[in-house]
């Protein structure tokens, strides 16, 4: 079974899966390029050199050291991070190695709430808020086409009353 299908008991289905908006891939895409550009520069600065081998070592150890932590962590953090609605529960998990997860019962939830900035409308994203019978509401973030979640969720809150 692929996930999170795997994650069901009899009887569930899963109405929604959906990662964190892909907004968040902004801001490791910029400095990707911004390392291949700073790399090239200091490429071209010391092409002239006799240490310009050993230099283009260093400056490619140092940008995939860069690539990596900046842009290919927060890619594979954007893609282990699920968002799912069932027709019992809200899951969501994060994680590669080390997975984190929070199930929240369709019964135990109390309200369900949304917000957007300007920007966060023109993206199709948003805050999901959930209350329920934990002391603090939960808060999830860059939800895409929050909108439409906070219905499909209310849809399932009211169907399992």
């Known amino acids: 079974m692929a996930y999170p299908d795997d994650l069901l008991v009899d009887g569930e289905r899963v109405v929604l899966h959906t990662h964190p908006h892909a907004k968040m891939l902004l801001g490791p895409v910029l400095y990707l390029l911004l390392v291949v550009a700073v790399g090239v520069f200091l490429a071209a600065l010391v092409r002239e050199q006799a240490w310009a081998p050993w230099a283009w070592l260093v400056l490619g150890v140092v940008g995939a050291g860069l690539?990596?932590?900046?842009?290919?962590?927060?890619v594979?953090?954007?893609?282990?991070?699920h968002f799912v609605v069932t027709t019992r529960r809200v899951l969501v998990r994060e994680g590669v190695l080390a997975r984190t997860g929070i199930d929240i019962p369709m019964?135990?939830?109390h309200s369900v709430q949304f917000r957007h900035t300007v920007l966060e409308r023109v993206l199709g994203c948003g805050t999901l808020v959930i209350e329920s019978a934990?002391?603090?509401?939960?808060?999830f973030t860059d939800?895409?086409?929050?909108?439409?979640?906070?219905a499909l969720l209310y849809q399932e809150v009211a169907d399992d009353v």
């Open 76 to 81: 594979v953090r954007w893609r282990t991070t």
């Open 67 to 74: 690539a990596v932590r900046l842009t290919l962590v927060p």
């Open 107 to 109: 019964s135990r939830i």
């Open 143 to 150: 939800v895409p086409r929050v909108e439409r979640v906070h």
């Open 134 to 139: 934990s002391d603090e509401p939960l808060e």
